[in-house]
């Protein structure tokens, strides 16, 4: 059974930094990535990599702010995210694609994060 769960979301003044992690079991994968949902908007992509980590993907609003990692043995993948904005305030899904070219077909329940002015 796979399992794919976020942990690391929480509140935090602006202009600080936070660590999102994903561990994802079950199975292998071929790429994962984050993405957030804010109140009233659609969920938006925000990072991605596959998992080789040659090839990483980024939103423009958080490029150069957040960065995605992996530790392939524990099957964890991590988000950093600096100088965080009020903007920024979203719950965060991570999200694992199983094959090249299916999508995202294993998510996490979400982690809030929560970006005070």
């Known amino acids: 059974q796979v399992h794919v769960v976020e942990s690391g979301g929480g509140l935090v003044q602006a202009g600080g930094s936070l660590r999102l992690s994903c561990a994802a079991s079950?199975?292998?994968?071929?790429?994962m990535g984050w993405l957030r949902q804010a109140p009233g908007k659609e969920r938006e992509f925000v990072a991605a990599m596959n998992w080789s980590g040659l090839s990483t993907y980024y939103a423009d609003s958080v490029k150069g702010r957040f960065t995605i990692s992996r530790v392939s043995a524990a099957n964890t993948v991590y988000l950093q995210m600096n100088s965080l904005k009020p903007e920024d305030t979203a719950v965060y899904y991570c999200?694992?694609?199983?094959?090249?070219?299916?999508?995202?077909?294993?998510w996490g329940q979400g982690t809030q994060v929560t970006v005070s002015s």
């Open positions: 999200a694992a694609e199983s094959t090249a070219g299916n999508g995202y077909d294993y």
């Open positions: 079950g199975r292998t994968f071929y790429a």
